[in-house]
């Protein structure tokens, strides 16, 4: 992709290009916008808007990624980890791995997040265990998960709205 300069526009979160531009170049900045968004110190108040970022960072991907949003005690973004990249309809999540990341970056809290290529963002059983799992072995070392979200090109689905956390 060839470098684009994006003009700040007269209306704030407006921009102005300076030459025309391909859907796949739109796709990469909006991937790139979406990590501003979620780079380190940002603070979390609206799940709406994660949502919104975690889908357009995952949904056009061919294969299942399993993500952890990083937070420390204040809800604060310390980073966004891709753990693992899977195949169509499935990854292996090691939950040994998910903690000694969640250690290294000293998290107080995780969001987890993976995308289900087919496009339908709803819950599995498998998806539901992996929740479970996981927050038992994240609370023993004391990092908490504050959602699961899954993510489908109509949108994405939180574990703990529906009451899996």
Request: contains cysteine; glycine residues 6%; neutral net charge.
């Amino acid at each position: 992709m060839k470098y684009h300069k994006l003009i700040a526009g007269e209306t704030t979160g407006t921009y102005v290009m300076d030459s025309p531009v391909t859907e796949a170049d739109i796709l990469q900045m909006a991937q790139q916008l979406a990590m501003s968004r979620l780079a380190k110190g940002r603070a979390l108040t609206e799940p709406k808007q994660v949502f919104s970022h975690l889908q357009t960072l995952l949904r056009y991907h061919e294969h299942e990624i399993f993500a952890l949003l990083l937070l420390d005690t204040k809800h604060r973004v310390i980073g966004f980890r891709e753990l693992f990249r899977g195949t169509l309809d499935g990854a292996n999540v090691y939950p040994r791995e998910v903690v000694k990341i969640a250690l290294e970056h000293n998290a107080a809290a995780v969001i987890l997040v993976h995308n289900h290529p087919s496009g339908d963002p709803e819950p599995s059983q498998a998806d539901r265990t992996l929740t479970t799992t996981l927050k038992n072995a994240l609370n023993l070392v004391g990092t908490r998960i504050l959602d699961h979200v899954v993510v489908g090109h109509e949108g994405c689905v939180s574990l703990a709205e529906r009451g899996y956390l």
